[in-house]
Structure formats: structure tokens, C-alpha cells
């Protein structure tokens, strides 16, 4: 008896092969990408890589029909709606509902009850501690719930919306802006920094974005400007005067990164003696660490006492005393600068394009940019001229970046989805697990110029190893019944398509159903998109 599954493997396969010999018969530099090359160049550059659903939509419908309707709804990002399965998963995760005074009060209980506990342990009085038990664990009751669950919204949103571009664009510029959630209570803020600064501007203003990532308090204690103040600033009374932790004078971290990597650039025009007047311009910038503060949306705060009142010589302008104005003035100048527009230009260029992406393409994103800067839908219109672009369709483009370990994982379990159910992971900590393994846990890039999509930076023995592992892992699900080994990896052979050389499929079809499925996931045609 032939299955659904198996009939729609067999419809699939027999075009999706005949696409691959005919796009073998011309793939010189200068030819032409044909429908169906740009149906899934389009699927695994623009989103995290094709579904067999997806193969069977492409076949009903015609690739080039197909490829129309699809850009047209990718750059319309939230206003796709999300499967209800999706949708109730996300819904169930309370810890997203909290506000950023309700998530630092976790973290600060859990500190609490963490002093606690050890003076505790020192005075002899824990009781379960003595009979063996290590007793509750503040931090895995408290902060591990919130991390998980952002994690988990993370994951099922790259996996299951039909919204693939945004999913791209917002691990694109969380890289961008990057906070590291090992770092303090960044781990139950970063969620909600993705949630807020980044997610609701990546098709917006980058003025915005660039706004919104400098208030935020992952941002703020990340890079320590919540404790940059006046160098002459001291705290009243005695007992602030006693505090260890009080801030002590200028720092210099956040202003430096917010013109060397999140706008001008590393060669962006700027000297250390900007950077120094930057960080005057941003002190007071701060947020409100009181316990239990609560009943609000953001626990950004300017405090005018702890602001340098002097004059400033900031890139070439004398910036008179103004308060929190002086900031916003410079994030302002900052967001609409040539420098930037040129760097923004490039690193999307990059990331969508090539390794090392084409000058005038480049360029024409930095003109975009800048022609769009009082624009609410300005990251829309460029990201719009990168897909228009004829690099982005040539030949020189199609296949030529290698995957991240988190595009790989997810590709992978794309690849493998039913076409005829929603599927999403009950627990997605094997998936991390993985991440992690991979030397790419999800929000754990401590430096803050966040993870590389380059193939330098993942194109290793080691990285190559750990994806055959994963591969493997992954196929034990397969290979306990030949026939459901052969039906898996018959599927991932017709969604895939001319995205396979004849090489692998040759391979593929002389292997024993039970390493198909891991020859599929471990080839190097696999590891690029």
C-alpha cells in the first residue's frame, strides 16, 4: 500500500531530477539562474531553507508564479499570519508576557535567595542540604524559564513562520547589535530585547532599532554605560560613597562599539578622541534598578546629575550642554551618516549576497539607505533593492555561502518537516544543546560584534565533524524501518531539488536506506546556500 507520503515523494522526485539535468547543461558563471534555481535560491537565502510543503506549492503552483507571490509576502514580514499551532505555543510561554522591571526582579530574587541559600550552607542551617539533597536553585527556578522560553520563541518562530525573511533579518540584526545573556541579567532580558528593540525594526527605521538597542537595559548593562558617569560625578551621602559597586567615572565601551560596529564602522572616520566625547555625550543614560519597579515597558532612565555638563568636540562639531538631547543628537547623526549607509550596505550585502559582496551593489544599498532615512519602512526599501538586484540572482551567487551551525540545524529540520502537518519540536533543548556544541549558542556570543556568516568563521574540520554527527543523530529516527528511511530521504531529495549535484544524488540512491538521510544532511552541497 503506497502511503500519502509516499505517493507525494514520488510525484515530487521525478520533475525536481529532471530540473537538476537541465540546470547541469548550462552553469558557467554568466547563465542565467532558471525558475526553479531562483525559487529556492529565493526560499534558502531569504528564509532557513526549503520544506517538502514547500516543493509541493512550487509544483502546483509554478515556480515563477510561485517566486512572485513569495518576495511580495516576505517583505510584508509581520502582517503574515502564523500557524495556530505556532501561534498557541507562543502564547503558552508567560515569561514573555513580563515587563522589563517584572524580568529584573526575577533576577534579583534569584541573587537574593542565591545569598540566602549559601549563608545557609556556612551557618550549618541547611536541613536538605544534610540529608543529601542540594535544595531548590534559585537561578534554575527563576532565570532558566526566562532564557529557555525566549530561546524556545526564537526557534519555533525560524522554524514554523511563514514569515522567513523576518526570522533571517532578526537573527541578522540581533548579530548586528549584539547583547551577550551570560552576562548578568542580560540572561532574562534578552528576550525581551529581541522582542522589543530588534523584532518590530527590521523593516523599519534603523534610527529606530539604533534608538531602541542604545535605551534598553541588556543593552545599557552589557556594554556598561549604565554605569558611565561625569568623571567628577560622585554619589551623595556616606553610604553611597561606601558602595563597591557605584559607578566611578566614564566608560567608554558602548560608545565606542555604537560607532565602531553598530554604525560607521571599524574605518568609519572617527578617532579615540570622538569615541571619548561619545561617551561623555551618553552619561546618564542609565536605567532604573530599584526592586520591584514594575508597571512599565521600559526601565530606561536619564539621569541628568551623573551627565557631563561640559562642553563637547565630537566629530568635528562643538556640541554644547544639552542633557539627554546630546545623545539623541548623536544617535541621530550617527544613523544618517555616509559611513554608515556604506556599512550597513556592506554587511547585507554580505550576509545575502557573497563573502565578499560586489562594490557597486554595495553602493547602491548605501544610496538606498540614505535616500530613505525619514522613512518609517527605510530597512523595507533597501532590503527591497537587495532582492531586486541582478547579484543577487547571478549564477556567482547561487550556492555560494557556506551555513552557520544555527542556519544548518534549522535547515535541517526544515528539510525534514512533514509536508502534511505543522511540526515543531516538543523540547527544543536538544537544539541547543546542539548550538552549543557547535561553538554557536543561541545568544551566547560574548564579544559584541555578535556571530559571523562567513564560511571563515564556520568552514573548519571540526565544524564539518560535529554536522555529521548531527546528521546522524538526526537519522536514528529514520532508520529503524527501511521503508520509512527510504521515504524520508526521498522526500529530502524532492524539496531540495537542483540544489543537489548529480554527484550526491548518485551517492545517495547507491547508499542503504539507513544513511541516506545522513549523506543528504552531511553533504557539502547541504552545508551551502
Known sequence: MITRRQGLAAALLTPWMSSIRAASLDTSPGAPLNDMERALHAIERLGFGPRAADAETIQAKGAGPWLKDFLSAQLQGARIDLPPGLSDRLAAEDTSKLDQGELFERFRRAQQLERERKQSLKDGQDTETDKGDKGPNPRRELVRPVALQASEQRLLRALAS???LEEVLVDFWFNHFNVFAGKGPVSVWV????REAIRPNVFGSFRTML?????HPAMLFYLDNAQSVAANWHPRGRAANRNPNR???LNENYAREVMELHTLGVDGGYTQHDVTELARMLTGWTYDPKPGWGGG???FRFVDERHDQGRKQWLGRSVAPAGQAEGEMALDVLAAHPNTARHIGYQLAQAFVADDPPPALVQRLADRFLAAKDSGTQLRDVMQTLVQSDEFWSRAAFRAKFKSPYRYVLSSLRVLAPPDHESLPADVQPLLGVLNQAG??????VTPDGYKNTAV???N???????VQFAQTVNKRFAKREALATNESDQVLATLGPLLSATTVSAVRSATPDMRTTLLLGSPDFMRF
Do not use: H
Open 297 to 299: 515597558s521600559s526601565l
Open 191 to 194: 528576550g525581551s530585547y529581541e
Open 211 to 215: 534608538g531602541a538597542t542604545a535605551k
Open 247 to 249: 559607578p566611578t567615572g
Open 440 to 445: 554557536m549558542p543561541l545568544y551566547g556570543s
Open 162 to 164: 511563514p514569515a522567513q
Open 457 to 459: 568563521a564556520w568552514q
Open 461 to 467: 574540520p571540526e565544524a564539518l565533524t560535529q554536522r
